[in-house]
């Protein structure tokens, strides 16, 4: 069982960044694949960034590839989400996700735990 809480979100002006957190409880956090996603109304949940247990491998969207980066720091049970240049088409409520093992096909079902989110709003 893994809880995860996100933070960081807000309301900034294009080109500006943001920096979210994901906190996760339990002891096995290293074991997870971790990964953010965001939702607009209206659309489904869309994969945005991916990082395995270790940190050695990371996956992004081609619309942030460039501009966001993924980390996570296993010692302290967080993930990160540093996202720069922003623009009015990353506003969304983004969720952490944690999924056991392996990396899947980096789609929202394919991940086992979720966040409650965090609203991002970029204005232009």
């Known amino acids: 069982q893994v809880q995860l809480v996100e933070s960081g979100g807000g309301l900034v002006q294009a080109g500006g960044s943001l920096r979210l957190s994901c906190a996760a409880s339990?002891?096995?956090?290293?074991?997870?694949?971790m990964g953010w996603f965001r939702q607009t109304p209206g659309k489904e949940r869309e994969f945005v960034a991916v990082?395995?247990?270790?940190?050695?491998?990371?996956w992004y969207v081609d619309s942030v590839k460039g501009r966001f980066t993924i980390s996570r720091d296993n010692a302290a049970n967080t993930m990160y989400l540093q996202m720069n240049s922003l623009k009015p088409e990353d506003t969304a409520v983004y969720y952490c996700?944690?999924?056991?093992?392996?990396?899947?096909?980096?789609?929202?079902?394919?991940?086992?735990?979720w966040g409650q989110g965090t609203q991002v709003t970029v204005s232009s």
């Open positions: 339990g002891r096995t956090f290293s074991s997870y694949y």
């Open positions: 996700a944690a999924r056991y093992g392996s990396r899947g096909r980096l789609t929202a079902p394919e991940y086992d735990y």
């Open positions: 990082i395995s247990w270790s940190g050695g491998g990371t």
